[in-house]
T-cell receptor, first 115, second 117 residues
Framework: AQTVTQSQPEMSVQEAETVTLSCTYD???????LFWYKQPPSRQMILVIR??????QNATENRFSVNFQKAAKSFSLKISDSQLGDAAMYFC????????????FGTGTSLTVIP | GAVVSQHPSWVICKSGTSVKIECRSL??????MFWYRQFPKQSLMLMAT?????????EQGVEKDKFLINHASLTLSTLTVTSAHPEDSSFYIC?????????????FGQGTRLTVV
């Protein structure tokens, strides 16, 4: 099974500053999808951003962007102009089109935003 | 995006009883749904893949006789925790993909917090 690693259990950022969350994964597949999900205290999983492996261009969604390095199997999330509402657990996830479309999640990074 | 509704949001039950959790796709058809378990401050652990009209596929180490999954329609999957014990207390989350759309992400239910006393 694919493994997803998030090496930062906790991160903090000052409000309005920028923070980068790290994620690496292990796979032998060439075609796959990567995601960042946010889980606030309500525990509802919310999609932040997605990246298709065949696309070289890094995905962006407003204040959220990724640095996708396919050869290095790295998929970091950058949050710009951090807001208090960004405080949450962030999970990196891998989806393979070949293994029942299962999602494999990293262990998560708890992000604190300091006012 | 597509909406997945999970019910109940929380439930308390006595040890030895069974609890059923429902997962519904409200505005799309989901031939496949996924059930996860999440312990406090930990990641989501895939328990099983629920397939409409067929048996669920369970992950290694998950007791299929204890966690019964039924996916009787294209919009509903249920997880029944049978003979629940305190160690089954956890947060259970379902997710589904909308195969009719081009989106590749999964949509998640609100989760169910199960407490067995």
């Amino acid at each position: 099974a694919q493994t997803v690693t998030q090496s930062q259990p906790e991160m903090s950022v000052q409000e309005a500053e920028t923070v980068t969350l790290s994620c690496t994964y292990d796979t032998s597949e060439s075609d796959y999808y990567l995601f960042w999900y946010k889980q606030p205290p309500s525990r509802q999983m919310i999609l932040v951003i997605r990246q298709e492996a065949y696309k070289q261009q890094n995905a962006t969604e407003n204040r959220f962007s990724v640095n996708f390095q396919k050869a290095a199997k790295s998929f970091s999330l950058k949050i710009s102009d951090s807001q208090l509402g960004d405080a949450a657990m962030y999970f990196c996830a891998y989806r393979s089109p070949n293994t029942g479309n299962q999602f494999y999640f990293g262990t998560g990074t708890s992000l604190t935003v300091i006012p | 995006g597509a909406v997945v509704s999970q019910h109940p949001s929380w439930v308390i039950c006595k040890s030895g009883t069974s609890v059923k959790i429902e997962c519904r796709s409200l505005d799309f058809q989901a031939t496949t749904m996924f059930w996860y378990r999440q312990f406090p401050k930990q990641s989501l652990m895939l328990m099983a893949t629920s397939n409409e009209g067929s048996k669920a596929t369970y992950e290694q180490g998950v007791e299929k006789d204890k966690f019964l999954i039924n996916h009787a329609s294209l919009t509903l999957s249920t997880l029944t925790v049978t003979s629940a014990h305190p160690e089954d207390s956890s947060f259970y989350i379902c997710s589904a993909r909308d195969w009719g759309r081009t989106h590749t992400e999964a949509f998640f239910g609100q989760g169910t917090r199960l407490t067995v006393v």
